[in-house]
């Protein structure tokens, strides 16, 4: 030990070092979520991370979106020449809830293997478990980078009030990507709006900024236990869908007929389907319909009937009126394919739900 | 110990290392009897978070008493219990505050007048016990701690006991679980209290006073994760003169800042990769069931040492050594030597205490060396497995290093000569050494496996899918 040693100097010096970590952190480190082990020292996972009970099924929700993206099967390396994409975007009936990743929509597609203008189509599971067209918006733009060649936009009426748009949490904690949004597709949102979590310096430091470098090293974690297991979910046993509404209620999000469209996100939806450099389908997802006590007033625990139907009209006018490639599969399936939510299908629903959009397919060939 | 309080007792004893020296003793004194109750994890039995702490204090001067015979009431000694009874009291008392229950204690108190009761009842037994030939004492103490311990790390047992409290408390008994009676440290208490009832029966124990020996059993760095000092050289510590040197800060900071790195940032990694009871029967390839061993395997050292770490960093600034416990176990070329470094205070107390003692008694017996090896190292084993738990899983763990043990030991003796004229030139010598470091850290981590897993069952389909299956 050196004899000029001393313990308030090396204190002071320790805490001049350890501020000075905090607040550099604080500049900018845009890319750092792009760091990833997925695809490289483990597989990349087919759906994007999201979860609720990470020490049972090895996933978990952050709001990284380069980190997000960067974990999942889609950044595995360049484009092949001879693959058709296509991405597949929507709620959580697309993402997978309560079904393994092989029983999913994409996953029911892929194992169709059609082959498109010429190249093997392969499907990518982009769907995320909450419902607004913002959000879709936002994992589509940013999914324009990984060139699809086509995408399959799965939606409901629950995704469009306009209302709710920004109250999810991924969409929330990504204020600079909703900024850039409504800047690029003028969209009808406020980047004011409180639902907004905008950062300031002190929550940029190293001390702010814990949890977010915690989330990206703990996806980095959970990917050896995905990898070992393939489990990124759990399937805890579940409740059937309501099916009865004794009360009769009749209201959708406060909304009263007729069916206010400027309450809705149209705006929203026609942004991805007239400016996102890929064509779409746009399909109108099952819902299910229920025989129970007032079914001849609600679909089911989401909808109204007034409602539901004022919807399914306005969109297909408004499809037609755009030349949008619209499906409408509202009626596709039965009760008994819904698992415990009138949107959540059995891996069978989902086998006849890919089939109709295989059909309905119209892909443009160069 | 989680982080905010490693923090603050880490800096009540940075506090303490500029007390004076007679001070400091009364500090520790004091700290280390807070900790029992602020460490001890709140649990559903009504009270029993308070009432488990209490007995430990209790036991402990209990067999204080024991050990020193008529001569034990000096004035020192008496205002020492005054003080231990004030601190119960006053932790009961917290019961009063308007923000109750306090951080002191893991759940509300009970009543004033029962734990003064209890105190009574602790202050009788000790004055019967100070009467009771110390023989007497010996027998029964002992027999009653292993007896105490068999309950708490067998589940049965320890549900059947959770059972039993519950209906004395006026709960229900259905929702009973061998978790209900979580004693914290109570494995390392007991163990430390029996070195010193055998070390005053082989009449190697100094003399101590009750403010030392509660100061030793219950010292707060150690009291959760050990290691497992001895009383003489503890106190030797705790006597001497301190004052902290720089070369002493150093080591403070480098043991705490690897201890605090070990556990919370590399173990609590590690755990998010590693080995469960969960994940074993989930694994779908023999390369994966590898590296999540191997994580454990990391995990479990990382966690145990970085504790240590932690504990002999912030008891260095005190100025008490505390031993080591581990000395780069996976780096030993055998399954000897890795028990030669691996908990090794806890190896220190059973080699003293079990092996030696029945080494010894069966060699007397004539038997042949290889039984009285195998013998000694597979019920040494298998008492380490069970100190860690009453379970099938346990003690196989013990029985696969007995195993290991033996089998080293045969060979090394049919084979030294062999090798030893072989590995003639430090390359062979390095050969050796490497392949005997691999061997072990490898036959170290398949013990994990029974280790980890709560079932042999389950441990054998894990193994299956180690080896291919």
């Known amino acids: 030990m050196p004899p000029s040693f001393s313990l308030p100097r090396a204190l002071l010096k320790g805490l001049f070092l350890y501020l000075a970590v905090v607040l550099l952190i604080a500049l900018p ?34 709001f990284n979106l380069d980190a997000m993206f960067a974990s999942h099967e889609i950044s595995d390396g360049t484009k092949p020449a001879d693959e058709f994409r296509v991405l597949v975007i929507g709620d959580s009936s697309v993402w997978g809830t309560l079904l393994k990743p092989d029983e999913t929509l994409s996953a029911q597609l892929n194992a169709s293997a059609p082959m ?26 940013y999914a324009a980078r990984f060139q699809p060649d086509q995408i399959i936009w799965l939606t409901s009426l629950e995704a469009l009030p306009l209302d709710k748009q920004l109250d999810t949490p991924l969409v ?4 600079s990507a909703v900024d850039a949004l409504i800047e690029k597709y003028a969209l009808p949102l406020s980047p004011n709006d409180a639902a907004l979590v905008r950062p300031d310096f002190w929550d940029r430091t190293l001390i702010g900024q814990r949890r977010n470098f915690a989330d990206l090293i703990r996806l980095q974690l959970y990917g050896v236990q995905w990898s070992a297991t393939g489990i990124d979910q759990i399937y805890p046993p579940y409740p059937a869908p309501q099916t009865d509404f004794a009360d009769g209620d009749d209201k959708f999000h406060d909304l009263r007929p007729p069916l206010d469209e400027a309450a809705l996100a149209y705006d929203i939806l026609a942004a991805g389907m007239n400016h996102v450099p890929a064509p779409i389908l746009l399909v109108n997802e099952p819902i299910m319909i229920s025989g129970g006590v007032n079914s001849d007033i609600r679909y089911n625990f989401f909808y109204p009937r007034w409602a539901y139907d004022a919807y399914r009209t306005q969109l297909a006018a408004r499809a037609e009126a755009n030349g949008w490639n619209y499906l409408d599969v509202w009626n596709l399936l039965p009760q008994s394919e819904f698992t415990n939510s009138a949107i959540h299908l059995t891996p069978a629903g989902e086998t006849i739900l890919a089939q109709n959009i295989l059909n309905a397919l119209q892909p443009t060939c160069p | 110990m989680t982080l905010p309080l490693i923090a603050i007792f880490g800096a009540l004893t940075l506090l303490a290392a500029f007390l004076s020296d007679r001070i400091r003793g009364l500090f520790l004194f ?56 004030a601190i119960v009291l006053i932790l009961a008392l917290t019961r009063f505050l308007p923000s109750a229950p306090s951080p002191l204690t893991p759940s509300m108190p009970p009543r004033l007048e029962l734990v003064f009761a209890a105190l009574l009842v602790v202050t009788a037994l000790a004055a019967l016990t100070g009467r009771v030939r110390f023989g007497w004492v010996h027998a029964v103490g002992l ?22 409290l ?72 705790l006597r001497a003169a301190w004052k902290p040197a720089n070369e002493d800060w150093i080591v403070v900071v480098q043991r705490i800042g690897l201890g605090l790195f070990k556990k919370f940032v590399l173990a609590d990694s590690l755990a998010l990769m590693a080995l469960n009871a969960k994940n074993a029967g989930e694994t779908q390839s023999t390369g994966w069931a590898w590296i999540l061993l191997y994580a454990y395997t990391l995990q479990i050292f990382l966690d145990f040492s970085g504790y240590t770490d932690i504990a002999i960093g912030m008891a260095r600034m005190v100025g008490i050594r505390l031993p080591e416990n581990f000395n780069a176990p996976y780096l030993r070329p055998n ?10 205070t806890l190896t220190m107390w059973f080699r003293a205490y079990f092996f030696n003692p029945l080494t010894r008694a069966l060699r007397t017996r004539q038997f042949p060396i290889w039984l009285v090896i195998f013998i000694t190292q597979f019920a040494t084993m298998a008492l380490i497995g069970a100190w860690h738990g009453l379970t099938a899983n346990f003690i196989l763990w013990g029985l696969w290093h007995g195993l290991g043990l033996f089998i080293h030991n045969r060979w090394s003796d049919a084979t030294r000569a062999r090798f030893g004229e072989w590995a003639t030139t430090p390359l062979r010598q390095n050969i050796l050494n490497v392949s005997g470091i691999v061997l072990t850290f490898h036959y170290a981590a398949l013990g994990w496996v029974w280790f980890v897993l709560p079932t042999p069952s389950l441990a054998i389909q894990f193994f299956a899918r180690l080896f291919g299956a």
Not at chain 2, 145 to 161: C, D, F, N, T
Request: proline residues 6%.
């Open chain 2, 166 to 237: 519950r209906l004395a408390n006026g709960q229900s008994a259905e929702t009973a679980s061998s978790f209900d009676i979580r004693w914290l440290g109570i494995s390392y208490i007991i163990f430390r209290i029996i070195h010193t009832l055998r070390e005053r029966q082989m009449g190697t124990l100094p003399e101590v006073s009750l403010r030392e020996y509660v100061t030793y059993i219950f010292f707060y760095p150690a009291l959760t994760a050990g290691p497992i000092d001895r009383l003489e050289r503890f106190v030797k510590d």
């Open chain 2, 335 to 344: 399954v000897t030597h890795f028990w030669n470094n691996w908990h090794m």
């Open chain 2, 30 to 85: 004091t700290l280390s009897i807070l900790a029992v109750y602020a460490l001890q994890p709140a649990l559903p039995i009504r009270y029993l978070d308070f009432w488990l702490p209490t007995a430990a204090l209790g036991l402990a001067s209990i067999f204080w008493i024991s050990l020193r015979g008529a001569e034990w009431h000096s004035a020192d000694n008496l205002l020492s219990a005054a003080w231990m009874a």
């Open chain 1, 116 to 141: 498109v203008c010429g190249r093997q189509a392969r499907f990518y599971n982009l769907g995320y478990p909450t419902i607004t067209v913002t959000k879709d918006l936002m994992l589509m733009d």
């Open chain 1, 29 to 62: 480190l845009p890319d750092i979520g792009k760091l990833s082990a997925y695809n490289a020292l483990f597989p990349g996972r087919p759906r994007l991370p999201f979860g609720e009970n990470p020490s049972e099924a090895y996933n978990f929700s952050l």
């Open chain 2, 143 to 164: 027999v009653a701690l292993i007896g105490l311990l068999a309950i708490l790390k067998s589940p049965e047992a320890s549900l059947w006991a959770a059972k039993a």
């Open chain 1, 172 to 175: 929330a904690n990504n204020a």
